[in-house]
């Protein structure tokens, strides 16, 4: 008779993940290979033929006035309830925390940091160029835009290229840079490029980007992620830092354990001894401790510790109280006793 058990799906996926080895073997750290090179080189030429476009105003900027003239949220406004919401795919907040925690659960799965820090450095590039093109031409934008015909530039914007669409590159494209087949990161590269180029599209069709704008914000981020494979010896050693660090603090945490002093023997309760300490007896004023005497004259100091007798006094009689000194008077009759006739004299 067969006795096997039959598991069900949520089963058998908790039990692959439970045979995942910690490090697989079959990850491939990607490497700038003559495809790649090729590549990163058309992409730099397409980024710097945009930019001298715009610096010369010729027809791209052209091209952005009437695109804005024709005001594609006016032309199609059942779309721009689903846009608005859309266009969040490309902030950095909400699609940097998504990113991350996955690839933090990663992390934690497969013992490694690579993953996290490969978004770190992409993050980190993605800003300091971006930003810096951003802050250099001051660019404004279309709803800012104060002469038509110009490219709006050194005019203290921050709008060229478009932040919303370098950071959808980078973001969703590092999952595709990441994956650990190469039929997984076909599929997520389709996917990150569709989103990209909706994230793009959304912030033209919103009026908030020139078009030319756009343009730049994917080249913009299409360069980081080809140029990451350039990166890759120094995330390995960030990585191995931060496993020596760990190593560190485990040892130090170890040795305080080692240091620290064994426990005072307390003595069971059954083999301590008391010491009674004599109390004042009734009537007496409670024994203090002496100040410490001379040496001449210990005994003496200590005298007034040594026990007395209690001392017990005899009751008052009637008639006078016991040891008094006043003398008995002889025409005083005592209190309580019936008061008699006094002898009478003569005169």
């Known amino acids: 008779m067969r006795t096997d058990r039959i598991f069900t799906r949520l089963e058998r996926v908790f039990a692959r993940l439970d045979r995942e080895p910690e490090r697989p073997a079959h990850l491939q750290v990607p490497q700038m290979s003559r495809h790649r090179v090729v590549l990163f080189g058309a992409t730099l030429a397409f980024y710097l033929a945009i930019v001298v476009g715009v610096l010369t105003t010729s027809e791209l900027v052209r091209l952005d006035w009437q695109v804005m003239f024709f005001r594609p949220y006016e032309q199609w406004p059942q779309l721009h309830a689903f846009l608005d919401y859309y266009v969040v795919l490309g902030q950095r907040g909400p699609t940097a925390v998504m990113v991350a925690a996955w690839l933090g659960w990663r992390s934690w799965r497969q013992h490694t940091l690579r993953p996290l820090i490969t978004l770190g450095v992409a993050l980190l590039l993605l800003n300091v160029t971006v930003g810096a093109v951003k802050l250099g031409l001051g660019r404004l934008g279309p709803h800012y835009a104060t002469q038509i015909g110009s490219a709006e530039l050194f005019a203290g914007g921050d709008i060229f290229p478009s932040g ?7 973001t969703w494209g590092i999952l595709a840079y990441l994956a650990s ?9 389709v996917l990150s490029a569709v989103v990209a180029l909706g994230v793009g599209a959304t912030t033209v069709y919103l009026g908030t980007h020139w078009v030319s704008d756009v343009l730049l914000g994917w080249a913009a981020g299409l360069l980081i992620l080809l140029a990451l494979p ?11 830092w931060v496993f020596e660090l760990r190593e560190l603090l485990r040892s130090l945490r170890a040795r305080r354990r080692t240091a620290v002093p064994a426990p005072v023997p307390v003595t069971p309760l059954s083999t301590r001894v008391f010491v009674q300490r004599p109390t004042a007896a009734d009537g007496e004023e409670p024994l203090r401790p002496s100040a410490p005497a001379p040496a001449g004259h210990a005994a003496r100091a200590t005298a007034h510790l040594a026990p007395r007798p209690h001392l017990i006094r005899a009751e008052r009689s009637p008639g006078s109280p016991a040891g008094t000194r006043r003398p008995v008077h002889a025409e005083r009759a005592p209190r309580g006793a019936t008061a008699t006739a006094r002898p009478a004299t003569g005169a």
Do not use: Y
Request: glycine fraction near 0%; avoid cysteine.
């Open 164 to 170: 919303h669409t370098a950071n959808a590159v980078v």
């Open 181 to 189: 087949t190469v039929r997984t990161r076909r599929n997520l590269s």
């Open 230 to 240: 350039w990166f890759e010896p120094l995330i390995a050693r960030v990585e191995a």
